[in-house]
C-alpha cells in the first residue's frame, strides 16, 4: 500500500545517466525531506541520499537527489556495474488519518 | 560502532504471535527511534513501527490492531509482537534505528542503521 510511486525499473550501460522519480503528495514528500535507499542483493538497504539532496561522504558524488513540490528524484551519473540494485524513496507522512514512515515501491536499476 | 542483531523462529503457524527481539551493541538504546521494517519475499519494504524510550510508539494504521512493540533498556533490545498471523506476514523482517527532528517543521527520519533481517515464514 505504498504511497510513493516509482517507476519499477531502469537501466543504462556503463557511464550513462539514470533518474528515478519518486511521486508523493503533500502530506509526505510535500511537507518532510526524502531519503533514499539503495539495496543490493541479499543484503539489507542502506541510505545514499538524506534530506532530499545531501549525501553521505562514503556514497559516491555521482549520486545526486531532488525534490520539487511532491516529487523527488535521484540520479546516479557515470553508471556503475556495482551500482545494480533496488532504490526506494521514503519519507515521513503526516496526514489527518495517521502519522507514519512510507517508503516507495521501488525501482530496480540494471546495468546493461 | 553499533550492531543491530534480530533474533526469532523463523517458522510461525497461521493464527499464532510472530516474536522478534533485537539485539543493540555499541550504543545506548536511549535517545533513538528504535524500527522494525519488514519485506515480503520479492516485494518492496514496508515500514511496521518504532518506540522511542517506550512512551512514544507509532505502529502503521495497517497493522496497528495487532501489533506491540517494546524496548528493554536493560538488555540493550527491543521486540515485536503481532498476533494473528497469516501467510501475508511472511517477510524479512529487519530492525533498524532512525534518527528523527524536525527543521521549519519539515520531518527528519532517516534510517541509518539496520539488521541483517530475519526472515519469518508463516506456514502450518
Known amino acids: 500500500q505504498s504511497v510513493l510511486t516509482q517507476p519499477p525499473s531502469a537501466s543504462g550501460t556503463p557511464g550513462q545517466r539514470v533518474t528515478i522519480s519518486c511521486s508523493g503528495s503533500?502530506?509526505?514528500?510535500?511537507?518532510?525531506?526524502v531519503y533514499w535507499y539503495q539495496q543490493l542483493p541479499g543484503t539489507a538497504p542502506k541510505f545514499v541520499i538524506y534530506r532530499n539532496d545531501q549525501r553521505p561522504s562514503e556514497v559516491p558524488d555521482r549520486f545526486s537527489g531532488s525534490k520539487s513540490g511532491t516529487s523527488a528524484s535521484l540520479a546516479i551519473s557515470g553508471l556503475r556495474s556495482e551500482d545494480e540494485a533496488d532504490y526506494y524513496c521514503?519519507?515521513?507522512?503526516?496526514?489527518?488519518?495517521?502519522?507514519?514512515?512510507?517508503f516507495g515501491t521501488g525501482t530496480k536499476v540494471t546495468v546493461l | 560502532q553499533e550492531q543491530l542483531q534480530e533474533s526469532g523462529p523463523g517458522l510461525v503457524k497461521p493464527s499464532e504471535t510472530l516474536s522478534l527481539t533485537c539485539t543493540v551493541s555499541g550504543v545506548s538504546i536511549s535517545g533513538y527511534y528504535w524500527t522494525w521494517i519488514r519485506q515480503p519475499p520479492g516485494k518492496g519494504l514496508e515500514w511496521i513501527g518504532h518506540?522511542?524510550?517506550?512512551?512514544?510508539?507509532n505502529y502503521n494504521p495497517s497493522l496497528k490492531s495487532r501489533l506491540a512493540i517494546s524496548v528493554d533498556t536493560s538488555k540493550n533490545q527491543f521486540s515485536l509482537k503481532l498476533r494473528s498471523v497469516t501467510a501475508a506476514d511472511t517477510a524479512v523482517y529487519f530492525c533498524a534505528r532512525a534518527l528523527r527532528g524536525t527543521i521549519f517543521g519539515a520531518v527528519i527520519h532517516r534510517i541509518d542503521s539496520w539488521g541483517q533481517g530475519n526472515l519469518v515464514t508463516v506456514s502450518s
Open positions: 503533500s502530506s509526505n514528500i510535500g511537507s518532510n525531506f
Open positions: 521514503a519519507a515521513w507522512d503526516d496526514s489527518p488519518s495517521a502519522s507514519l514512515y512510507v
Open positions: 518506540i522511542y524510550d517506550s512512551g512514544n510508539i
